[in-house]
T-cell receptor, first 112, second 109 residues
Framework: ETAVFQTPNYHVTQVGNEVSFNCKQT?????MYWYKQDSKKLLKIMFS???????VNETVPRRFSPQSSDKAHLNLRIKSVEPEDSAVYLC???????????FGPGTRLLVL | GQQVQQSPASLVLQEGENAELQCNFS?????MQWFYQRPGGSLVSLFY???GTKHSGRLTSTTVIKERRSSLHISSSQTTDSGTYLC???????????FGTGTRLQVLP
């Protein structure tokens, strides 16, 4: 049963545009994450966030930024997309950073 | 549900020694991914390994799907290898990823 929702499913845009992806979880979790899944299927964490702390992977370019209105929502904004940003972006949530993370279906981004 | 057990839970090495980290999972999977978690929390992907052996510098990952296990070998350890090593199946086929319990590695100078 889906409890982590992501929109859009798929987005095509051009270099230099701004995009924003939405993520909402209905599990009552207090920690949310954004991952980038590359063509080799590697999951690379970009951000983890709860209402106390934002942990940023230092390899994430500054054009990426998380946006949260409350603990059930964590959106991802990309200010000026580049071709290497083409990937699947996965949102996840957990309770207190425990071992099990629940993932959304992903947003596939294609930058032309 | 899927359970992922890692061993040892913690390991202390002298710089230059080798380490062997194990990951065992309870149900069938198609692959395994290894992560390194720095002190302070950020995760780094190390390997995506469907089966067999993969190398990256001083790291070697071996996954045997039939036996439901994966291992991570660190050769000639360095102090900068200190941190927590986590294994987890990738999320491509499921909406729930269970990370292993982790191996906390400390490499002393």
């Amino acid at each position: 049963e889906t409890a982590v929702f992501q929109t859009p499913n798929y987005h095509v845009t051009q270099v230099g545009n701004e995009v924003s992806f939405n993520c909402k979880q209905t599990l009552g979790h207090d920690t949310m994450y954004w991952y980038k899944q590359d063509s080799k299927k590697l999951l690379k964490i970009m951000f983890s966030y709860n209402n106390k702390q934002l942990i940023v992977n230092e390899t994430v370019p500054r054009r990426f930024s998380p946006q949260s209105s409350d603990k059930a929502h964590l959106n991802l904004r990309i200010k000026s997309v580049e071709p290497e940003d083409s990937a699947v972006y996965l949102c996840a949530s957990s309770m207190g950073g425990r071992n099990t993370q629940y993932f959304g279906p992903g947003t596939r981004l294609l930058v032309l | 549900g899927q359970q992922v057990q890692q061993s040892p839970a913690s390991l202390v090495l002298q710089e230059g020694e080798n380490a062997e980290l194990q990951c065992n999972f309870s149900t069938s999977l198609n692959s395994m991914q290894w992560f390194y978690q720095r002190p302070g929390g950020s995760l780094v992907s190390l390997f995506y390994n469907p089966s067999g052996t993969k190398h990256s510098g001083r790291l070697t990952s071996t996954t045997v799907i039939k036996e439901r296990r994966s291992s991570l070998h660190i050769s000639s350890s360095q102090t900068t290898d200190s941190g927590t090593y986590l294994c987890a199946p990738p999320s491509s086929n499921t909406n729930k990823v269970v990370f292993g319990t982790g191996t906390r590695l400390q490499v002393l100078p």
